[in-house]
């Protein structure tokens, strides 16, 4: 069964703390990408990534850091250094260069609240 | 960042009533894409237009990749209950390989 996974659902931390949200997709996908959204509000990039061992800052990577080490997963930090970080974190997927359809796919989300 | 102009921001209509929602873009766009989400859930991809002047159905739901390529629009006949959700359009910036985001259509529809 092809997908995007996210976990946890929901995760809490206490301020101050690290912490790292997964995402895995088997779509064989080159393009990932994370995204914030914050109650009633639109989606705001964090960070993307076209291919294994490279990144690119979105619009709102301060506090946030990536790494993309495989293909298939695209691990999210959210630092301490983020000022507000309750919020939904949005995994997505596109295939970019392995083929002309550039679809993109989202996973489940993970609702993270920092106490 | 770049956001994408859509309207209406919200709309309530009848069980049964046709829907239109639109999105301009100051770009141009050679990937249009419609999502809808709903409450804590990630969005859903629903249509995706490839060139200009294409009209794509997915079952009730129609949308049109525009002629100029900053526009698309979405289409929703004989609404129903579970059509209620925030539907999103989506341009991709081809020179970046960004997605570019509308302001989302809140869609409330009242059996």
Known sequence: ???????????????????????????????????????????????????????QKGDIAEGYSVSREKKESFPLTVTSAQKNPTAF????????????????????????TVL | GQQLNQSPQSMFIQEGEDVSMNCTSSSIFNTWLWYKQEPGEGPVLLIALYKAGELTSNGRLTAQFGITRKDSFLNISASIPS???IYFCAGLDSGTYKYIFGTGTRLKVLA
């Open chain 1, 1 to 55: 069964d092809g997908g995007i996974t996210q976990s946890p659902k929901y995760l809490f931390r206490k301020e101050g703390q690290n912490v790292t949200l997964s995402c895995e997709q088997n779509l064989n996908h080159d393009a990932m990408y994370w995204y914030r959204q914050d109650p009633g509000q639109g989606l705001r990039l964090i960070y993307y990534s076209q291919i294994v061992n490279d990144f």
């Open chain 1, 89 to 112: 974190y949005l995994c997505a997927s596109s295939p970019w260069a392995s083929g002309p359809y550039n679809e993109q796919f989202f996973g489940p989300g993970t609702r993270l």
């Open chain 2, 83 to 85: 059509d209620v959700g």
